[in-house]
């Protein structure tokens, strides 16, 4: 069985988008399911936040120019069931090279391609730059969903819906016609707030079922995990976010049936 793509995109930053890539993979792996991660963002942070090093050389970049295969820069963690395709920071030229390229669009799909297709994964996660750049619609013209880590603010509200006419446009256009939203992920909820509360029930009423009951809190462990190398199972297991994400993963599971 081919695998399920799905990425994990915003354009703005600081709303949790790499925390959830590198803690539902991980969570998806737990539960024995074959899980890539793929860091397109220059920054690579989902990279370092799973404890590999950054290489030049391994990186989504030079198979996104035709030089070499996805397949090669694939990186087992140390998570059983958990492999990383790193990123570094050549991937800030591609934003302005791919424009220039033929079906500059579809290049990611095309390099991804083998790998969906390998039945080597279930699951493909993508984890975006914060931005709707060139890297970012490449992911969504891969991707068979997108997830929306959402922060549980008022301005989150306005990103939603501008990341949604992309989506439609995309579609439109016939660039990845099957492409749809696959979920929205509450992200940095504080119990505390009446806001936090007021901005999930609004979300709730606009996309209804497409918005994962399991909420992720906003704590300082999920914040500290990475830059130990860690995801939060293996830096907090117990913490409110390991619930949390561990949660995530099962309704992910049983939705898009990865079992």
Known sequence: MPATTFTIANQKGGVGKTTTAINLAAALAAKKIPTLLIDLDPQGNATSGLGVERTEGRSIYRPL????????????????FLSVLPSEEDLAAAEMELAQTENYLLRLRTCLQPLHDSERFRAIIIDCPPALGMLSMNSLAAADYLLIALQCEYLAL??????????????????????????VVMTMFDIRTKLA?????????HLGEKVFESVIPRTVRLSEAPSFGQTIFDYDPLSPGASAYKNLAKEVIARFALK
């Open 65 to 80: 120019h035709g030089e070499g295969s996805a397949a090669d820069m694939v990186v087992e963690t140390s998570l059983p």
């Open 197 to 205: 509360r007021q901005v999930v029930d609004e979300v709730k009423r």
């Open 158 to 183: 306005e990103g939603l819906g501008q990341i949604l006419k992309v989506v439609q446009r995309l579609k439109d256009a016939g660039v990845n016609p099957k492409l749809e939203i696959g979920g």
